[in-house]
């Protein structure tokens, strides 16, 4: 019996992982937050923006997250000003206009790259990996879902809205693994 196991490099050579878990993120207040800190939950990452023509789908995936923060469930958003300009505000001002225009309850994260040589490592990882679709992101408003062993499972392009069949499918496949 032969097996072969292929691995994704980065362009340094190293093996590629599939998963969040061993990746750093800042909260809005600049607090460390280590993503192992969130195993055994369901995790969708998505990068946000304030002035975007997808800005809307936060009412989506509030209420997602309140349908299924319950059993598991948690969205981290990452603000991103990489789409023409579409973020400008600080990490204050977009938690303003994210809780007074959308009641948003669920974690927002510092403001961080998603393109170009200086992407976060958080974002290098979940564009790069042996599970997705491969790629930049390519406008606000993409998610990602993570398994509650922190490795990337889904990928959703800006288009598919929070609540879709697609999307709630897919959480609840997710949140009903043990």
């Known amino acids: 019996i032969f097996s072969l196991t292929i691995f994704a490099k980065n362009d340094k050579g190293d093996k590629m992982s599939d998963s969040v878990k061993d990746i750093i993120v800042k909260d809005m207040a600049g607090k460390e937050v280590k993503l192992a800190d969130y195993k055994g939950k369901v995790l969708l990452i ?67 790259k998603v393109l170009g040589e200086d992407r976060s490592p958080l974002y290098a990882r979940l564009i790069n990996n042996d599970v997705t679709d491969k790629g930049d992101v390519k406008w606000n408003f993409e998610k990602f879902l993570i398994d509650k062993e922190g490795n990337i499972v889904s990928r959703f392009r800006s288009k598919v809205t929070p609540e879709s069949e697609e999307m709630t499918k897919a959480i609840e496949k997710e949140l009903a693994h043990p």
């Open 46 to 112: 998505v990068n946000v923006a304030s002035k975007c023509g997808y800005t809307p789908q936060y009412t989506g995936l509030e209420a997602i997250y309140n349908k299924y923060k319950d059993k598991g469930f948690e969205i981290l958003a990452f603000p991103c000003n990489d789409f023409g300009g579409q973020e400008p505000g600080t990490n204050e001002e977009i938690k303003e206009f994210s809780s007074t225009k959308y009641a948003v309850t669920f974690k927002l994260f510092d403001k961080m």
